[in-house]
Each structure stands twice: as structure tokens, then as C-alpha cells.
DNA sequence: TTTTCACATATTGTCGACAATCGGAGTTTC
DNA sequence: GAAACTCCGATTGTCGACAATATGTGAAAA
């Protein structure tokens, strides 16, 4: 099981990046508790860097921690999620606003491109479904670089985004909704480049308020077989 | 130079927070390099507890850290709260919106009385300014819990909202936006009031658009005044 | 039988010391 | 004289051990 993403930096950042992975991959279940002397050892490091990444974790909420009583992995339930699409919904309505203001010709067709790999990636095969899932969030990520809004940014891609990338592997098993998402993306380009920043922003808020419906309807199903 | 806000918790939590006040109230100069020894010295803690409140601090964007090189004050320069002050406007914007129908009636009065509090404040001098201002936050910060969303409270809340605080004390000497400011405020809670959950986030926005306004125009004559 | 208390264990919080790495002063060379 | 190299000091990164606190078990009393 060793890491793929370059491991680099301190042994705090790489504990910050394993255990990050093992909690969006849905390896270490929500809400199980987290021994530092138990992690450390399996890194082959002290307990100190692992403590730093638990509090790293714990910024980018990934990890829950209580004084004295440890850290547990977050617990993904449904007004958590709920909350998290709604900021999400405004947080990259506006970025597509301003993104359709400030992308270049050049990156706005480089998305496009990236749509026409996705497509393809459908075409060829339904399974690998988690990997188009993956590059869903590409799309997204690149227009919020487009908003040149280093905050935004910063939102979006590092601290929403692992608690994004951990839903989807947790409902990704019985989603077929990439054909409509595909859709909607195209039309996202299409306000883009015809630099339409209010149409832009309503595509963007319709389809995460899609993407948020449907999830609801999964987590719903699960809650009903979960009774 | 006894902090007065509850100093328990762990070691670690007590140096994110005397640490966050000294950046904060600008004790601690913007840029200036954070030495770990040094700290943990005159806070008469070991480093260990140090180094995870300076993570905690990098989470809450009140530090950068690189490593092998130290960690620095953020330095907070027009860009950087242009940014803020976009995403605050998109978010707080939605805070209000959802508040308009998420908030008790008690809720909405105890706004109304927490903004006479803040008049007679100001009626009484124009010296303290800066108390009304953490008034102001707090005022921000009920409308935040008004959502009842969670991520957006903590985002408001536990990490702009420093970020925020900094800017207030770093331009507070000569702010005069008190008036005006407290006006707009009776609007968004008039509006509140009338559950007009549209016309209070148009009203938020605006708000914040102008503390930009005021808060550019004073930046752009410090950089006038240093060249 | 249930509740409560006390103790033993496990886990977290903290410290001091050591190793690795970076920045800068001084020197050497072109 | 300027540029590059080398070495030294300082600072960060890491580890292991100890202290403080919480958790769980068992026994004793109601």
C-alpha cells in the first residue's frame, strides 16, 4: 500500500496525506476512533508529526478532535452534507461568475477538452465510474482557478474538496447521473465562453443543487436499508 | 499580560489563542517570522504544544508556514481582502438569506436589541471604536448562526472571522463608517423582521461591498502615505 | 439486581534531547 | 571587485520517555 502522490515534505504532511486518503476512500470508516500510537507506528513514525497531521486534519475537517478523549473520523450525515452543498452551491456560483470574467480563451477550450476525455471515459466503459468522478472534480476546481480568487481557491479545493471527493466514493457505487452532469457542464462552458457570468452562475447552483438532490435520494435509500 | 478569555483547554489550544489575539491586535507585525523556541519559551510550554498551534494557526490562515523555514504572520495585503471580502460578501449574503426564514422571532428582536446596544455605544463616544467594531462581528455572527448551517458558521465564524478582526484593528484608527454601517444594519434586520429573505441578502451584500469601499479607499492611502 | 465507587489500564498531553536542514559569514578564486 | 564555495551557527523536524487524564472493569453497598 504504498502511496502513489509524490511523499514528499515532512513526516506530518505525508501522515496528513495517507490518512486523508484512507478517510475519503472510505478505508478508515466514519466515525472510528484514531490511537496516535497505533498510526505512528504503522507509518513508521513518532507520535509527534502524527499529532500535527491530526490537527491538520482537524482544520480541514476530515477529523473531529476532543481534548483528552482522541480523534475520530468525521461522521458524513445528512445535514452535514446538506450544509456543504449549500456553501458549496454559493461558493461556486460566484466563482463561476467571476470565472466567466477572467478565464482566457485559452483555459476555457482547455475545458472543454477536459469534457471531451470525460466523455470519452463514459463511452469506453460505466465501470470505472470513481475515476470520471475524479475528474469531475477537476472541472470544478479549474473554474475556481479561473475566479483568480486565491480564498476561493483555497475553499474549494482544499478543504471542501476531500469532504466532496469522501461523499462520492461513499455513493459513487449506484450513480449513473453522469450523463446529465456531463450535460450541464457543456452548458457551463458554453456561458463561459460566450462570457455570460450570470448564466454561468445559474447553471453552476442548478447543477449542484442536482447533484445534492440526487445524493439525497442515495442517502435516503441507504438510511431506509439501514433500518 | 494575563489573557482574560478562559486560558484552559490544552497547552496547544492555549498558544492558538494568545497567539491568534497578538496577531490579531497587530501585536505581533504582519510578516514577522514566528520562532518556535523563542514562543514556547515565554509561553513557558515545550515546543511540542507550539508547533500544533502553529498548525492550528496555518489552518486558520493567520500564519504561513514552509517547511524547514519557519512560520511568518499572514501578511494581509489588498489582494488578499479584496478575496476576502468576495467570499464574505457571497456567504454572508446566503447567511442572511436563509436566516430570514430560519430565525425565531425572539432571534431577530435580540438583533434589534444588540443594535441599540451599539447606538448608545456610540452616542456615548466616538473614542473606543473598536468595541463597537467586535460588535459588529458579533452582529455578523448571529445572522451566521441564523442559518443554521453549521459550515458556514464555522467559516464565518472560527476562520474569516479573525481574518476579519485583523483587518478591523489594522484600519480602526480612522473609520467614521459607524454611522452609515448601523443604518444599513436596521435594514437587514427590518428586513429580517419581515422575513424578506431576498431583499436581506441584497442588503447584506451591499453592506459588505461598502466596509470594502471604505476599508480599499483607507488601504490605498496607507500605500500612498508609505511610498 | 442495580448503582456507585475505586482501581487498573490505556491513551493523550507534555517535555527534553538529538538529528537534519537552512541561512549567512567568511574565504577563496576568477 | 564580483561570484561562488565552504563551513558554522541557528532553527526546524523528529524521537523516546514521563506525567496527566480518561476509559473500562470489578467489587461493594443499597
Redo the contacts between chains.
Sequence with gaps: MLSSPAEQ??L??IATRRLAHSIVTGELAQGQKLNEAELAESFGMGR?PL??AL??L????LVNRI??AGARVVVLDR??LS??Y??RE??E??ACR?AASQMSDEEIAQLGKLLDQHEAQIKKQGGKVYSQKEGDLDFHYQIARGSR????M??LGSEQYQLLRMCRYRTSRNAERTGPALQQHRQIVEALAQRDGELAEMLMRRHIRGAWHSISEMIAKEEEEAA
Design positions: 515534505g515532512t506530518a504532511d509527534g499529532r500535527e490537527r491538520h482537524e482544520g480541514m475537517r481534548p483528552n445535514k452535514t450544509d456543504l449549500a456553501v454559493a461558493l456560483g460566484m467571476i480568487n486565491q480564498m476561493l483555497d475553499l
